[in-house]
């Protein structure tokens, strides 16, 4: 069974840094897409930024210039840096994973439990 673990969530003032992590363990062959999505209380989930395995991440407009999401495909590790964060960015970030499993001949998609960022003004 393959599992996200995620950390690097937290509280910070408006106009601060986080740095959130998303190691996936278990018996993965590979990794295909990384992915960071975020929930506002009240509002729909939406993805944030996406790292394809052949390069060309793309953002949500919102973080354009302020996110940078990166990957290690030798720990099976995707990160997003947050810079200049806002009141508006407060939300659940949830990892994602599309990837494939020893035994499997097609990619799963597997979800992390999800961690709190909260930026106060």
């Known amino acids: 069974q393959v599992q996200l673990v995620e950390s690097g969530g937290g509280l910070v003032q408006a106009g601060g840094s986080l740095r959130l992590s998303c190691v996936a363990s278990?018996?993965?062959?590979?990794?295909?897409?990384m992915d960071w999505f975020r929930q506002a209380p009240g509002k729909q989930r939406e993805l944030v930024a996406s790292?394809?395995?052949?390069?060309?991440?793309t953002y949500a407009d919102s973080v354009k210039g302020r996110f940078t999401i990166s990957r290690d495909n030798y720990n099976h590790t995707v990160y997003l840096q947050m810079n200049r964060l806002n009141p508006e960015d407060t939300a659940v970030y949830y990892c994602?994973?599309?990837?494939?499993?020893?035994?499997?001949?097609?990619?799963?998609?597997?979800w992390g439990q999800g961690t709190l960022v909260t930026v106060s003004s």
């Open positions: 994602h994973h599309n990837l494939l499993v020893l035994g499997d001949s097609r990619f799963s998609e597997v």
């Open positions: 790292a394809p395995i052949g390069g060309g991440a």
């Open positions: 278990g018996n993965i062959l590979s990794s295909n897409t």
